[in-house]
Nanobody
Framework: QVQLVESGGGLVQPGGSLRLSCAAS????????MAWYRQPPGKQRELVAR???????DYADSVKGRFTISRLNAQNRVYLQMNSLKPEDTAVYYC?????????????WGQGTQVTVSS
């Protein structure tokens, strides 16, 4: 079994910063992609950023230049540094990882952490 646990969400004023963390644990052999998604109120879940095990990254156009994804492979952790936050960044943020265990390779999701950008 694999678990992903996010932390670091909260309330921040426009222009502020937050850093999200996600830790994967369990019977992990390796992790390929790690990613952050978000689901704004009343909208569908969308990809924010993703990172390969080799460190290659992709970002949604709406967050380029403001958000930075990084990971610590040895600790099975992924981070999302969010700067210059805007009200439209308000959403539940989810961590996701494609994990290989002894029996299968599959995507796993965290429970989500709320980020609210408001004055």
């Amino acid at each position: 079994q694999v678990q992903l646990v996010e932390s670091g969400g909260g309330l921040v004023q426009p222009g502020g910063s937050l850093r999200l963390s996600c830790a994967a644990s369990g019977s992990i052999v390796s992790i390929d992609f790690m990613a952050w998604y978000r689901q704004p109120p009343g909208k569908q879940r969308e990809l924010v950023a993703r990172i390969t095990s080799g460190g290659s990254t992709d970002y949604a156009d709406s967050v380029k230049g403001r958000f930075t994804i990084s990971r610590l492979n040895a600790q099975n952790r992924v981070y999302l540094q969010m700067n210059s936050l805007k009200p439209e960044d308000t959403a539940v943020y989810y961590c996701s990882a494609v994990v290989t265990t002894a029996v299968l390779r599959a995507p796993y999701w965290g429970q989500g952490t709320q980020v609210t950008v408001s004055s």
